[in-house]
């Protein structure tokens, strides 16, 4: 356990009247469990582009779905280390129940963080643990190509009431999930960046499919369209404005879980390189094939990944409960360019795997197959176009210091 980590347990314990003990073994076994159900359906869920029931089935199975949730509304509490290695081992299972597994538990994290306080959220989170409630993100919209901090449909007010209706281009998991969390403007007369976020449970909307999910990989996450139509109490609505989830937690902790994810799919084909170069080489009577650099540079590209991924995780959990830090410019970037650069990373790595692995990579059959992790990994840069950070943090990185020493 690291120093950052230990403080952010620390601080957990004295925020709950319950004794705060973490059993990391548990996690770790019950996170097994659910990647080896995962493992054996990864093939049939890309292939027929289907939600991985049995894999969420067992995180239901395991309680892994409520882990993240405090322990006085009856989860595990688990910290952003536990749930970010939930999502390592997941990814190297199955990509999409991984990918599914990181925005549920990012939705979590934002009610944990911004939901204390308000009844309906506290509820919602008891109900998370104890019903082991599957929550879906809506956050891209209409023609807004991914632009999360700016909102067409706004939350409309009647009383203690509100309605949204939304077009949401692409709800991932959206008709298998139990509750979907949201973001629109606040009111009508609200400039698109006026945002808030609401928690919406089953009973509160309805779903008609506007567009299918026919792509090349991520395809068991069942990412479709729908025309989301809700009605809901007020109080469902966050007490907090999304300006402030969207810096200190909905950013954050998506690129970190996200980028866990991209790993886990990295070490899969990593590992499958690994043992088609070691049995390459025994039937060459220990003589190295040619593709072994390859397997090499895999092998680099995959420990700068992790290194990139474990420094911002450690960054995060050391001001996880400073407002003024998370919100600075220096963090958003950081946070921001980890997406860029785990995306890119973990594309070349698969790749570096594919070729160590040649033909036999290629291929969709056989032991050494990376093509699936290929096509899925591909969808990393896409997600939140990379282009489209990079342009965004243009203008904060100019203003952001260089820093003078190694240790700035």
């Not at 950052?4 to 705060?20: D, I, M």
């Not at 220990?286 to 290194?307: D, F, I, N, V």
């Amino acid at each position: 356990m690291n120093v950052q980590e230990a403080r952010l347990r620390n601080a957990a314990a004295e925020n709950t009247s319950e004794p705060f003990f973490l059993d990391r073994s548990s996690f770790v076994q019950r996170t097994t469990a659910v990647a080896a159900a995962a493992a054996t359906e990864a093939e049939a869920v890309d292939r027929d582009a289907r939600f991985p029931q049995a894999a969420i089935d067992a995180a239901r199975q395991q309680r892994l779905l409520g882990v993240q949730i405090p322990q006085q509304f009856g989860g595990d509490g688990a910290t952003i280390f536990d749930i970010t290695d939930m999502c390592y081992t997941l990814g190297r299972a199955c990509s999409s129940t991984a990918m599914i597994f990181a925005m549920h538990q990012t939705k979590v994290a934002c009610l944990v963080r911004h939901g204390a306080g308000s009844n309906w959220h506290e509820t919602l989170m008891r109900r998370v643990a104890s019903e082991q409630m599957l929550l879906a993100s809506s956050t891209t919209e209409g023609q807004n190509g991914g632009n999360i901090r700016s909102s067409a449909a706004a939350v409309e007010r009647t009383g203690t009431d509100i309605s949204l209706l939304r077009n949401a281009t692409v709800i991932s998991y959206g008709a298998q999930a139990d509750g979907i969390v949201t973001i629109a403007r606040r009111a009508n007369d609200a400039a698109a960046s006026d945002q808030v976020l609401l928690a919406l449970t089953k009973e509160n909307y309805t779903l008609e499919r506007s567009l299918e999910w026919e792509t090349l990989g991520m395809r068991g996450t069942c990412s479709a369209g729908f025309e989301l139509k809700a009605t809901a109490a007020a109080e469902q609505v966050f007490p907090e404005a999304y300006e402030k989830i969207h810096a200190q937690t909905m950013t954050p902790v998506a690129h970190l879980c996200w980028s866990s994810v991209w790993a886990g799919i990295a070490a899969a084909a990593v590992e499958r390189a690994q043992l088609f170069i070691r049995k390459a080489a025994r039937g060459a009577g220990g003589q190295m094939p040619p593709a072994a650099a390859h397997y090499t540079s895999a092998k680099m590209a995959l420990t700068k990944l992790r290194a990139v991924i474990t420094a911002s995780l450690d960054t995060y959990a050391a001001h996880e409960h400073d407002e003024r830090a998370l919100s600075s410019l220096d963090f958003q970037s950081q946070i921001n360019l980890l997406k860029v650069e785990a995306s890119e990373l973990a594309v070349a790595t698969v790749m570096h795997a594919m070729r160590a692995c040649g033909l036999s990579g290629y291929r969709n059959d056989g032991n050494f197959s990376v093509g699936r992790h290929l096509r899925d990994v591909l969808s990393a840069p896409i997600m939140i176009n990379n282009d489209r950070i990079l342009a965004n943090i243009a203008t904060a990185s100019l203003m952001s210091g260089v820093p003078a020493s190694l240790r700035d």
